[in-house]
């Protein structure tokens, strides 16, 4: 969507709602006392630093945004990336330090859903009281009351206090509420991530039909798919300022390739540095750590959870080693060891500098990992002391995560150990 002087002019003679961003900064005071907001002290000059430290946090970086009746914009980003602080000004709740927000419209927003409700009074009585906060009568909000409470679908609870209200069900009884006051511009930030499919499935439906009737939405999510499905227009903001705006599919798309390759970069250091720990001493090195999957070696350390994990370890030596033994530990990369296994290894004879001695060979069939990334570190011992260490990490990717929890560890697997020449 252009954002040209035309367009602007455009809007603002046109009837309905709109909203108009025109080169917003916001700067945050960093002094003595922690993280300060420059509004709070003197919103109206243009100092963006505090004269104590010269130092400010900028949330927003010139930022302009135009949207017209019936669209529906999405604005993703990494977190501190100034989404929220965006929607926060344009609805009213923080001013900016320079730059301008023109809005035309009734402003509806939902940053804490649940906010504000009465924790002794039953859902009905809270529909209630917050139809007469927002001026309505009770004779309108019946109306609609028989609405909201289908909408919200908490059954026999919209009788009994919020007090005995699960979180899940406080949020749709809030998301209800609000959605259903008819807003000209609806502002959602991360609240779309209440209740079920079921319920996810109405509130898309609920907004579409007020996009349908020329009202303006602005939604934050994490969510790349409920970006996609919501909305008309996406909007990718980093660092404080807009990267790309355009169709939600698309600009979907290119935010999740830079995420994936930041963390690719940021992984492939992550492997460097866990191979330079290496330790070799007394004329012993662990030369070589792979780790393979099914098929081949683990490109960046990856395999798949449920696929088969061999670790295939080379040693050098230039000195004799007797009774020598290795030690396979795995472990997060919190420190939590999941197992640790030592076998006794053939000796080395070390008959010359850069000899290649016997592999040690560690198979799970399949991978008894979950999805995550742990350490995996092999020492060579003679007596009490280590002679040599390598570490790596692996990536486990898992397709399917399990319901209730987390866990670590899958079942059923089995691991063997062995040494090879």
């Not at 929607?87 to 804490?112: C, D, H, N, W, Y």
């Not at 990334?373 to 995560?401: F, H, K, N, P, S």
Request: with cysteine.
């Amino acid at each position: 969507m252009t954002t040209g002087p035309d367009h602007i002019g455009n809007l603002a003679a046109a009837s309905g709602p709109s909203i108009v961003v025109r080169d917003l900064t916001r700067a945050y005071e960093l002094g003595n006392g922690g993280l300060l907001s420059r509004a709070l002290r003197a919103p109206w000059g243009p100092r963006r630093k505090d004269e104590r430290t010269g130092r400010a946090k900028i949330a927003l970086d010139g930022v302009s945004l135009v949207a017209g009746p019936g669209e529906h914009v999405g604005i993703i980003g990494p977190n501190g990336a100034g989404k929220s602080t965006l929607l926060r000004i344009i609805a009213g709740l923080a001013v900016p330090t320079e730059g301008s927000v023109e809005v035309q419209g009734r402003v509806t927003a939902i940053f804490t859903l649940g906010l504000g409700l009465r924790e002794e009074c039953t859902g009905r009585q809270n529909i209630y009281l917050d139809g007469e906060l927002r001026g309505k009568t009770r004779a309108e909000m019946q109306e609609t009351i028989d609405e909201i409470i289908a909408f919200a679908d908490i059954g026999e609870f919209i009788d009994r206090p919020l007090r005995t209200y699960s979180t899940g069900m406080k949020a749709r009884l809030a998301f209800s509420m609000l959605i259903h006051v008819t807003p000209e511009i609806l502002i959602i930030d991360e609240a779309l991530s209440v209740g079920d499919h079921v319920f996810f499935a109405k509130a898309q439906r609920k907004l579409r039909e007020i996009c349908r009737r020329g009202r303006i939405s602005l939604i934050v999510s994490h969510s790349m798919p409920s970006i996609v499905a919501l909305c008309t227009r996406c909007v990718w903001m980093e660092g404080g300022r807009v990267v790309m705006d355009g169709d939600p599919a698309v600009v979907t798309h290119a935010y999740l390739e830079a995420v994936r390759r930041q963390d690719e970069v940021g992984w492939a250091d992550l492997v460097g540095q866990e191979q330079d720990t290496a330790v070799c001493s007394s004329g012993c090195c662990i030369a070589k750590l792979d780790v393979f999957g099914t098929e081949q070696r683990a490109s960046l350390g990856t395999v798949r959870s449920g696929d088969r994990l061999r670790v295939v370890v080379d040693v050098e030596a230039a000195m004799a080693l007797r009774s020598p033994r290795m030690r396979l530990r795995l472990e997060g990369l919190d420190g939590l060891i999941l197992t640790q296994s030592e076998h006794d290894a053939p000796e080395l004879s070390g008959t010359g500098a850069g000899r290649r001695a016997s592999g040690y060979q560690v198979d799970m069939e399949p991978c008894l990992l979950n999805g995550g990334r742990y350490r995996i570190a092999v020492e060579l011992v003679q007596g009490e002391d280590v002679v040599a260490r390598r570490t790596t990490i692996v990536e486990v990717t898992a397709t399917e995560m399990p319901t209730g929890g987390r866990p670590v560890l899958r079942h059923p697997a089995s691991v063997q150990a062995q040494l090879v020449t």
